[in-house]
């Protein structure tokens, strides 16, 4: 598994500015991702997903970039909020695969007043 | 209300003792999920179910049991606790098809002195 907790990457951002979020997913068959975000004390919170198909998907205030030549995926948050504070992580699906994801290390994002 | 609830949300136990998580889906989803989250490791999948009467093993299966008899719940019996099962439970389920997000529980943080 991926290292979180201690080990986290941590973005810091002025409350109103734009977030990104960069994740490198690891399998080049994968073709459904999807991005989740957790807060302290909670399950993982289903933002938003993007199929293979697409390169871009927008949702309210975020945005889910795919770029499958390199492998990476990035989640874009406007205009950030204090209630944006957590911790973010990517997963990947692939068809043959069945339902089964697989997670990123996650990142976490402190929005500063 | 719909969705997904796990019980209880804090367990302390001692080593040796047999304790069950349960959880309970109202989606009437197929594919259910059952994660441990520890500091350095991320979410590692221990078991896995895709219907009523059908389990299989995830990462991390050793020392745990499951069951689905119904399909709406997917309890998680730890036969004989031990200290490094100490971690934060994730129950999570999924509809059938591709391109399915899982949904997650809130969690339960068991102890296991």
């Known amino acids: 598994g991926e290292s979180v907790g201690l080990h986290l990457p941590t973005l810091s951002v002025q409350e109103g500015d734009n977030s990104i979020i960069n994740c490198a997913y690891s399998n080049s068959a994968s073709d459904y991702f999807i991005w989740y975000k957790q807060e302290s004390g909670k399950g993982p919170q289903f933002i938003i997903d993007i199929r293979s198909n697409m390169d871009k998907r ?8 795919l770029n499958k030549t390199v492998k990476h995926l990035s989640l874009q948050i406007a205009a950030t909020q204090p209630g944006d504070s957590a911790v ?12 089964m994801l697989t997670f990123g290390g996650g990142t976490r994002l402190m929005v500063k007043p | 209300d719909a969705g997904i609830t796990q019980s209880p949300r804090y367990k302390i136990t001692e080593t040796g003792r047999q304790v ?5 889906q109202t989606w009437s989803h197929s594919y259910m999920f059952w994660y441990r989250q520890d500091l350095g490791h991320g979410l590692r999948l221990i078991y896995y179910s895709a219907a009523a009467d059908i389990t299989d093993k995830g ?13 709406e719940n997917f309890p998680l019996t730890l036969e004989s606790a031990t200290r490094s099962q100490t971690s934060v439970y994730f129950c999570a389920s999924s509809g059938t098809g591709v391109s399915q997000p ?10 296991i002195l």
């Open chain 1, 58 to 65: 927008q949702g309210q205030r975020v945005t889910v970039l």
């Open chain 1, 88 to 99: 973010y992580f990517c997963a990947e699906n692939w068809a043959m695969g069945g339902n």
């Open chain 2, 20 to 24: 069950t998580l349960m959880c309970h």
């Open chain 2, 59 to 71: 990462e991390v299966p050793d020392g745990y049991v499951v069951s689905r008899s119904k399909t």
């Open chain 2, 102 to 111: 899982q949904h997650f529980g809130d969690g339960t943080r068991l102890s």
